[in-house]
């Protein structure tokens, strides 16, 4: 187990438009975008430097849920390993994969082939799910999720690390030791991701909240003899400039200000932070990424 980001650093990603098109996020150009606008999306995010692109994982969504989180998501491993080709530094994460939908043997197998495939860009992003009619769909018992979790997490660690009883996982991944970052931000997601994770990836966490939870994580691993590196994220929208649309709640304006500003986030502990960028198009958000990566990014760590 080790964490990805170097101490004394913070790294920024992103999850992907398009392979995720949820109404509560999507922009509109979303909707009629196609492969190439992923790629060229993923590229830029090469370019410019992140640590990560993200892909999340519904498998079918329940109608009338459909109406308020759209029906587009593609297949995290299936786009993953298609961008794994299309991309050359630039890490590869689920974010998330549904744990209690896999046989943890099933997620090692495909992520160490995405690591093989990457040259060792793979990281594991997991959560436990929250839709119960989905589970339903799946023929997945929902109220038992929390208990799978406690024992599939140490098996899939495990399975990633080449330890599997009595059988061979093969190809076996380029990395030592694959990544596993653990999504939600429950008080039982936190000590899952501290007890079995490399880093946790939490959602809608308020910066003034941070400090007690990166506590909470490092006595955890503490207690359970870990090594205390561990990466903790962070959710944060930007458009670098001034927009002359209306961009919501998302932090604006000049590089250096808009540093200052996601500073409240790594100063309280995160050093890892997923940038969700406004767009009106490809070109846009293309232009947003390379920006970022290098008028903002240079300035988080300062």
């Not at 936190?190 to 003034?208: E, F, I, K, S, T």
Request: aromatic content about 6%.
């Amino acid at each position: 187990m080790s964490a990805v980001i170097p101490a004394g650093t913070v790294a920024w990603g992103l999850q992907l438009p398009i392979q995720a098109q949820s109404r509560i996020f999507v922009e509109p150009w979303e909707a009629d975008a196609g492969v190439d606008d992923l790629v060229a999306v993923a590229q830029a995010a090469d370019r410019a430097g992140a640590l990560y692109v993200g892909v999340c994982e519904h498998v079918a969504i329940p109608r009338p849920l459909d109406e308020t989180m759209g029906e587009t998501w593609y297949h995290p491993v299936a786009t993953l390993g298609f961008l794994a080709g299309q991309t050359r530094s630039v890490r590869l994460l689920s974010h998330v994969l549904a744990l209690p939908y896999h046989h943890p043997l099933e997620v090692a197998k495909a992520f160490a082939t995405i690591d093989r495939l990457s040259g060792g860009r793979a990281i594991v992003g997991v959560g436990a799910g929250h839709i119960e009619a989905e589970f339903a769909l799946l023929g997945v018992d929902f109220a038992a999720r929390g208990a799978y979790m406690e024992t599939a997490l140490p098996s899939l660690r495990a399975a990633l690390d080449g330890d599997v009883a009595g059988a061979a996982l093969a190809p076996r991944p380029v990395q030592a030791s694959v990544p596993l970052w653990v999504g939600g931000s429950s008080p039982v997601a936190v000590r899952r991701a501290a007890q079995h994770g490399d880093g946790w990836l939490p959602q809608g966490v308020h910066p003034r909240d941070l400090p007690g939870i990166v506590t909470r994580l490092r006595d955890l691993r503490a207690q359970a003899s870990l090594p205390e590196a561990f990466d903790v994220g962070a959710n944060v929208g930007c458009y670098v400039g001034t927009p002359t649309w209306d961009v919501g709640h998302t932090f604006t304006g000049e590089p250096d200000a808009i540093a200052s500003s996601l500073r409240r986030w790594t100063e309280n502990g995160a050093n890892q932070l997923q940038v969700r960028f406004r767009s009106r198009d490809r070109t846009e958000l293309v232009d947003q990424i390379e920006r970022f990566g290098a008028e903002v990014a240079p300035h988080l760590g300062a």
